[in-house]
């Protein structure tokens, strides 16, 4: 199986904009979701199909998905920001789940 | 409010086995497609299997296909991961989570800790 590639560590000062790429072979032609995960907790879903929000994420969280490229941005950047990031496509041609290789998003 | 409760991880012998089961509660279990992803410690998350709402579509990860069976008991709000010839790489903890248009997990259990060791 494969993963989609994500940088492993974005570092940001507060204050500031991050932005995670998640990269795959024409992503732009399926939804991508994105979850944070804190340490010992499980996934949040913080963006879906690709630049929407659930209720109760900070409008400080965005997305957008193009070409070979998804990203997450997220402004302003809070130290409660910090946490690891996923991104997640459904594979049609293969009917899985695939995931992103994680990003570790730590604020300075 | 949605809530998903993981239970049976522990400890098993490698080739041991274990079922987990995941009771759902605060909405319509049955018309949800439900699936099962891992985190291995340290690692990153990886999907395992995936149910829908009928049990008439099954999908597995290449690496527990023919290893591990998902399965559902909608009159009791329960998912069942039943894992046979365990192995080391299937230590993680395991997350039950929802899924909703356009596939996707909205809502994910805790988690329950699956270690296999000797």
């Known amino acids: 199986s494969y993963v989609l590639t994500q940088p492993p560590s974005v570092s940001v000062a507060p204050g500031q904009t991050a932005t995670i790429t998640c990269g795959d072979n024409?992503?732009?032609?399926?939804?991508v979701h994105w979850y944070q995960q804190k340490p010992g907790q499980a996934p949040v879903l913080v963006v879906y199909d690709d630049t929407d929000r659930p209720s109760g994420i900070p409008e400080r969280f965005s997305g957008s998905n193009s070409g070979n490229t998804a990203t997450l941005t997220i402004s302003r950047v809070e130290a409660g920001d910090e946490a690891d990031y996923y991104c997640l496509v459904w594979d049609t041609t293969i009917d899985h789940y695939v995931f992103g290789t994680g990003t570790k998003v730590t604020v300075l | 409010e949605v809530q998903m409760l993981e239970s049976g991880g522990g400890l098993v012998k490698p080739g041991g086995s274990l079922r987990l089961s995941c009771a759902a509660s605060?909405?319509?279990?049955?018309?949800?497609?439900m699936n099962w992803v891992r985190q291995a410690p340290g690692k990153g998350l990886e999907w395992v299997s995936c149910i829908s709402r009928s049990s008439d579509f099954i999908y597995y990860a290449d690496s527990v296909k023919g290893r591990f069976t998902i399965s559902r008991d909608n009159a009791r709000n329960l998912l069942y991961l039943q894992m046979n010839s365990l192995r080391a790489d299937d230590m993680a903890v395991y997350y039950c989570?929802?899924?909703?248009?356009?596939?996707?997990?909205?809502?994910w259990g805790q988690g329950t800790l699956l270690t296999v060791s000797s």
């Open positions: 605060g909405f319509p279990f049955t018309n949800y497609n």
């Open positions: 024409n992503i732009g032609s399926k939804s």
């Open positions: 989570a929802r899924e909703v248009q356009p596939n996707h997990l909205d809502y």
